[in-house]
């Protein structure tokens, strides 16, 4: 049987797929979405220092750390990215992160603009990052409190801090707006398999052309 390479091995580079946006405006609702439909794509767990809220799992959501712990990881360069938001600590643990990209798996990663800038310096040709804002600020607001995670505290700072986030919308590549969640969800869908395309994202194109020719 021939080794040569055929259309369903095309090898690809693993991308990164940054997702941001102003906390509320549905990223999480859209990235849990993703991951159920596109089991080619898996979650960057991120740490953090915040406190862990009842509709989340250690492990799965967040891993869940100490001030001491997180400034242990990020001085010893375990941190891939990290930021400081809303009060809290988080970042992105490197290993998880590099493994998945040099086996050529695609992964997802739910930051803030600070974050994403990073990964956009370190790593500029496997970012592909969309920022998704809310239909309207009224709605940001309602969808915080009808999430009913946060404290009115913790929402009122959430929302002071929105116009700032929001300021970042230009460093992004694609702009997604979370009016009716199918419709931004199927966005989102079409920007990841578009970019799944790329050219310069599939080194394996070579062989395969090399191997089409040599049949002409
Ligand atoms: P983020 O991760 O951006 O902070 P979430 O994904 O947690 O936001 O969404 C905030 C709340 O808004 C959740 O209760 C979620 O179910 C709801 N939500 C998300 N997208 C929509 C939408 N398009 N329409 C109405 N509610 C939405
Ligand atoms: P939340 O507390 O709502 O889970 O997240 C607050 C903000 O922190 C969100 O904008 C989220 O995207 C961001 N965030 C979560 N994990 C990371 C991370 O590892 N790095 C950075 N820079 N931001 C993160």
Redesign the pocket.
């Known amino acids: 049987m021939s080794d040569a390479p055929n259309s369903q091995s095309i090898q690809r580079r693993g991308l990164m797929l940054v997702l941001s946006?102003?906390?509320?405006?549905?990223?999480?609702?859209?990235?849990?979405t993703l991951l159920e439909k596109d089991k080619g794509l898996s979650l960057s767990v991120s740490v953090t220092t915040r406190q862990r809220r009842d509709s989340e799992i250690e492990g799965v959501h967040y891993h869940f750390v100490s001030e001491t712990e997180f400034k242990r990881l990020r001085d010893s360069d375990g941190l891939l990215e990290w930021a400081e938001v809303h009060g809290n600590f988080y970042g992105t643990p490197r290993e998880a992160a590099e493994q998945a990209l040099s086996e050529g798996r695609d992964m997802l990663f739910?930051i803030d603009w600070q974050g994403a800038l990073q990964l956009q310096d370190k790593m500029a040709a496997d970012v592909v990052s969309i920022f998704?804002l809310p239909?309207s600020f009224e709605?940001l607001r309602a969808?915080?409190n009808?999430?009913?995670?946060d404290t009115a505290e913790v929402i009122e700072k959430?929302l002071a801090n929105a116009a700032e986030e929001m300021s970042h919308w230009g460093e992004y590549d694609y702009v997604v707006v979370?009016?009716?969640?199918n419709i931004?969800f199927s966005s989102v869908k079409s920007i990841v398999d578009a970019e799944r395309l790329r050219r310069d994202r599939r080194p394996g194109l070579f062989g395969f052309i090399e191997s089409l020719s040599k049949g002409s």
């Open positions: 946006s102003p906390s509320g405006a549905g990223k999480s609702t859209i990235a849990r739910d998704i239909p709605e969808r915080l009808r999430r009913a995670e959430r979370n009016e009716d969640l931004a």
